[in-house]
């Protein structure tokens, strides 16, 4: 009968998922801007980055994981005052364990993608938690969309 319970919930908390995601599709007007926003900033911040120049490709690299950092906490608190106790506790739990994710990826891009130890493992690593930090972001974004549209 646990297991019954434990199953309804897991499928119960996908659909709501779906739905989100479903709606979000039709109504992205905040994330649609805000990779719009962070398009132009990528561009201008990449704009003068020499290829071969990891000192300048690590310096955009941190400015990028900044930026979409930051953008990540002001949607975080626009859920945050949106949604009702309980699912900010659930959002607040699962923002921790996000956390404790993309640190685990990060070390593990340094250490795998670079095995013999090197300055490639520092740019591998500051990419990896500008790319996660962008997915969470604009994955908060479609949340905020569908739920500002309803």
Do not use: C, H
Request: charged share 30%; net charge positive; hydrophobic share 40%.
């Amino acid at each position: 009968m646990e297991e019954l319970k434990a199953f309804m919930k897991e499928v119960f908390y996908k659909a709501i998922l779906f739905l989100i995601i479903s709606v979000s599709a039709f109504s992205g007007q905040y994330k649609d801007a805000l990779v719009n926003r962070m398009s132009d900033l990528r561009r201008s911040v990449f704009a003068t980055v020499n290829e071969g120049n990891d000192f300048e490709q690590k310096k955009a690299l941190r400015k990028m994981e900044k930026e979409w950092d930051k953008e990540l906490n002001i949607v975080y608190q626009k859920i945050m005052k949106t949604v009702n106790p309980v699912t900010r506790n659930k959002l607040r739990n699962a923002q921790r364990a996000w956390i404790k994710y993309r640190d685990s990826e990060i070390e593990n891009s340094y250490y795998i993608n670079n095995p013999d130890g090197g300055s490639m493992g520092v740019l591998f690593s500051l990419y990896t938690a500008a790319k996660l930090t962008e997915e969470r972001t604009v994955y908060l974004a479609e949340i905020y969309d569908a739920l500002i549209s309803n």
